[in-house]
């Protein structure tokens, strides 16, 4: 039998395109037992249809429609509510806030227990009254109700709930303008902007609302809605009337918009001939332009910065401080209650030498930007009246979202200034959502974290809540990445990931595999197969990721020049970014210690210090983060340096290859369209894994000339390089980086109008075989290829992966653009010939780097 494991995908009628998400309100298996269990009327004690608490009501009877079948009244008087303490079931259910309750003569009692955005679900008789701290809380309260009912449970008792930190936002890295681009998101693979079209917000912004929908179920309340690297066109009056009604769409959700600042506005608008922070016009101009933006949006969060960095303008351009930046919009936004988020993203990449200053490093940079600059922050001003509050939001790693890194020692030096983490939804270096990975253990490594400030105990998720300094303000940002694709974000299962930040936003404590177990019967419904392959798949995404990447703390090898996808660990040396790995043909490893490295070991406080510049206590999987080591170095595994990145891409590509496999198993126990959808990414993926791990297995083979002594790196028996094949049309070239193609070389066609064919006979015995053919599949054309047994045609493919997977587009022929397709059971008699025609379309010419042919069991 002969089956395409690279599946078209398949449309079916019922189909579920992922719009939804988890908020889908599907029928519960056992809707019919629990259509009594829940109250029968609703009453929203707020029924202006700006209000939260309305959303609610309305959030209530569509919820109670899908999940039970049941059909709700909402009654906008209170005048049925029975009194505490008395005994009559009235069958309501109430939403409203504290002060709402209390109006309609309800003294709820809940002073002491709420704080802002939290809510209390008080179950009584056939009553259940959900009372928010605020119209947000009310709204959130109704969310988690109803994800209870979603899954299946009435909630019964009591209880309440109340967000850990009170800033819980995401940054959309969207762009206004950005040279011809239209609607582009900056690292996003969902598709274009939900906001912004060829320099203006969008006519239609019906995704808005949806997306607010989304956000607000899980809690999160603000969203800056444009990129960090910001034009100067935001704070023109068109723009800002199109952000009022960006924000009068996500209002009724409890969801505040923000935006980010470009540093130079008033120079780049024409306005000025300066932004130095201390001017007195600049400010005037920054005063006035916050002025006009409250009035269209009297709500707005607040403004996100990010200065001084990757080439964009700040205040170090005057020899400011970042504190006089920052507090230049602090300052105008005080009057308002607004918030500055100063991104302590810092570095200068103009200033990090490529040559290989040995003490150089651009992980130093946060700390040292911000030195001597705690308590600069207006925190006077906090502390006083606590209405306008300076936060600083801080990038949780060090060097920038990679697949692993030590904690940012700056959480341990801002204590007197309020503090945010700063996560990325988006996979940017994770796989760009066309690889799974899951980010709760990830989120948690960082979060429960202690670094020992003062020798006592201080978890990272401490200091942003605010407890472990006293710090009033403080929470979660993470860079979101969704996009007009129906998925979102470009994948069903990266939408566990938004899910995952908002409930991890609101409690830091939640449990991993509690987590995408209700995302999955809340997206995928209730088969308990699929609840349990999801949750082991995603639980094993992140070391699974890790293992084939890049591992033992060197960081996620990727292409750090282009789009920060496929391999090339060595794009990482030599240029400003400061990504290094200082890998020769002896050792590798960035030396952080104190005494002989750059010092960055010594940044953290003098416990955790100790352990990172101790080569013995530094943890196997950071050793290359904070250590220099030869290649043979005995790791605590008793492995060394180098077998050990063997075996690890091995082990992380093996089991990559048991993805789409387990996810076959799930046909027909789940919606059809996002079952097929999952499994193109699946199989993608686990071709992919193989380019990886050979990318890299090849490259520090070829440096350290130290031979796997299990003899996988550089021996390939089941390939038939498209090299060697007969050619006719097509040719050789030789690909860059060279660890991308197998054997370094791949054949391209001779012209771009005329077909290539490379023909060869097998030299396999007669029998059943997988054939996988590894291709690039380059962003500028739709060539066509296929694959002959003995003149019969087993199978066709186009170079469509541009559209039907969602990473970023290359145009270059690397390990970005390679990409496997795989033929099952493939019947193959004795000294058969095997042929690939391939069709060059535009500039791309039909490339393949090498045939497989394998027997069962066996993947390379
Ligand atoms: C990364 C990312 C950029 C982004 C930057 C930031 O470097 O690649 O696209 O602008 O982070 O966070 O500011």
Same mark, same amino acid.
Do not use: C, I, M, V
């Given at each position: 039998m002969l089956w395409l494991l690279l599946l078209p995908l398949l449309q079916s009628a019922a189909a579920e395109t992922g719009i939804d998400a988890w908020l889908r309100y599907a029928r519960v298996p056992n809707y019919e037992s629990l259509q009594d269990a829940v109250p029968g009327r609703i009453v929203a004690l707020n029924s202006s249809s700006a209000s939260p608490v309305y959303t609610a009501s309305q959030e209530l009877v569509m919820g109670f429609a899908g999940i039970l079948g049941k059909e709700v009244e909402v009654i906008d008087s209170a005048s049925n509510m029975r009194p505490y303490g008395s005994d009559i079931d009235s069958g309501l259910l109430v939403v409203g806030t504290v002060a709402q309750f209390a109006e309609a003569s309800v003294d709820v009692g809940l002073e002491d227990e709420l704080v802002n955005d939290g809510y209390h679900i008080r179950i009584s008789g056939s009553d259940a009254h959900i009372i928010g701290a605020n119209a947000r809380g009310a709204l959130h309260g109704a969310f988690n109700y109803l994800n209870a009912l979603a899954q299946g449970n009435v909630p019964s008792e009591s209880y309440t709930s109340n967000p850990d930190a009170p800033i819980r936002w995401v940054n959309h890295w969207d762009n206004l303008q950005d040279g011809g681009t239209h609607g582009s998101v900056e690292r996003? @693979? =969902? =598709?274009? +902007?939900i906001f912004y079209w060829n320099g203006s917000v969008?006519? *239609? $912004? +019906?995704?808005v609302p949806q997306y607010a929908r989304l956000l607000a179920s899980v809690g999160i309340n603000a969203a800056i809605v444009n990129n960090v690297n910001a034009n100067e066109s935001m704070v023109e009056p068109r723009i800002v009337k199109g952000l009022q009604r960006i924000a009068d769409l996500m209002r009724p959700y409890g969801v505040q918009i923000g935006m980010a600042l470009n540093f130079a506005t008033p120079e780049l608008l024409g306005v000025l001939d300066t932004f130095d922070p201390l001017n007195r016009s600049v400010i005037d101009f920054w005063q006035e332009r916050t002025d006009m933006i409250y009035q269209h949006v009297p709500d707005l969060a607040g403004f996100l910065i990010k200065a001084s960095s990757e080439g964009q303008p700040g205040p170090l351009t005057y020899n400011r401080t970042l504190a006089d930046g920052a507090n230049l919009f602090a300052k105008a936004v005080r009057p308002y209650g607004g918030i500055t988020m100063f991104r302590a993203f810092v570095y200068d990449y103009t200033t $990090? /030498?490529?040559?290989? /200053?040995?003490? &150089? *490093?651009?992980? #130093?940079?946060a700390v040292e930007f911000f030195d001597g600059l705690d308590g600069s922050f207006d925190d006077n001003v906090v502390i006083q009246t606590q209405d306008y509050l300076n936060s600083d939001s801080v990038l949780v790693q060090p060097i920038d979202f990679q697949v692993r890194e030590p904690v940012s020692p700056l959480f341990a030096r801002l204590q007197n200034t309020a503090s945010a983490v700063e996560l990325q939804i988006t996979q940017e270096y994770l796989g760009q959502q066309d690889h799974v990975f899951y980010f709760a253990d990830l989120w948690k490594s960082i979060l429960d974290f202690d670094l020992r400030v003062d020798g006592e105990e201080s978890l990272v998720k401490d200091i942003v809540a605010g407890r472990r300094f006293n710090q009033p303000l403080g929470g979660y940002a993470a860079v979101s990445g969704i996009g007009l694709n129906q998925t979102w974000l470009g994948s069903h299962l990266a939408m566990s990931n938004l899910y995952l930040y908002g409930q991890m936003a609101w409690n830091p404590s939640v449990s991993s595999a509690g987590v995408i177990e209700d995302w999955t019967r809340l997206?995928?419904?209730?088969n308990q197969d699929v609840i349990d392959t999801v949750r082991e798949i995603s639980l094993e995404s992140w070391p699974t990721y890790e293992n084939y990447t890049g591992n033992l703390g060197i960081q996620t090898l990727t292409d750090i020049l282009n789009?920060? @996808?496929?391999? /090339?660990?060595? +794009?990482? &040396?030599? #240029?400003?970014? =400061?990504?290094?790995?200082?890998? *020769?043909a002896d050792s590798i490893g960035m030396d952080r210690t104190i005494d002989n490295g750059t010092g960055f070991a010594g940044q953290y406080p003098p416990e955790v210090a100790q352990i990172y510049d101790n080569i013995e206590t530094t943890p196997d999987d950071l050793l290359l983060w904070f250590h220099h080591v030869p290649y043979t170095y005995e790791l605590n595994s008793g492995e060394t340096v180098i077998q050990h990145f063997y075996n690890a891409h091995y082990a992380g590509s093996t089991n990559a290859q048991t993805f789409p496999t387990r996810w076959q198993a799930l046909q027909g126990k789940m919606d059809e369209q996002q079952w097929s959808e999952t499994l193109h990414k699946f199989v993608y993926q686990a071709g992919h894994s193989i380019v990886w791990r050979d990318a890299i297995n090849d490259f520090y083979y070829n440096l350290s000339g130290i031979p796997d002594k299990l003899g996988r790196v550089g021996h390939h028996p089941y390939r038939v390089e498209a090299e060697s094949m007969e050619l006719d049309g097509y040719e050789l070239y030789p690909v860059t980086p060279w660890n991308t193609a197998s054997n370094k070389t791949c054949i391209v066609t001779s012209s771009n109008s005329t077909s290539g064919t490379a023909s060869t006979n097998l030299d396999v015995e007669s029998g059943t075989y997988d054939v996988a053919v590894n291709y690039f599949d380059q962003a500028i054309g739709r060539a066509q290829w296929t694959l002959y047994i003995d003149g019969t045609a087993i199978g066709e493919w186009s170079g469509d992966s541009d559209i039907t997977l969602s990473h970023a587009p290359v145009l270059y022929i690397d390990g970005q653009t390679a990409i496997r397709i795989t033929f099952k059971d493939v019947d193959i008699p004795s000294r058969a010939t095997l042929k690939i025609v391939g069709v060059p379309d535009g500039q791309e010419p039909a490339p393949v780097d090498y045939v497989s042919i394998f027997p069962p069991g066996v993947v390379d």
């Open positions: 996003g @693979y =969902g =598709g274009e +902007s969008r006519e *239609d $912004l +019906s995704r $990090l /030498n490529q040559t290989g /200053n040995w003490k &150089d *490093d651009r992980a #130093n940079a997206t995928f419904g209730f789009a920060h @996808y496929g391999p /090339n660990p060595a +794009s990482q &040396d030599g #240029n400003p970014w =400061g990504q290094w790995t200082r890998a *020769d």
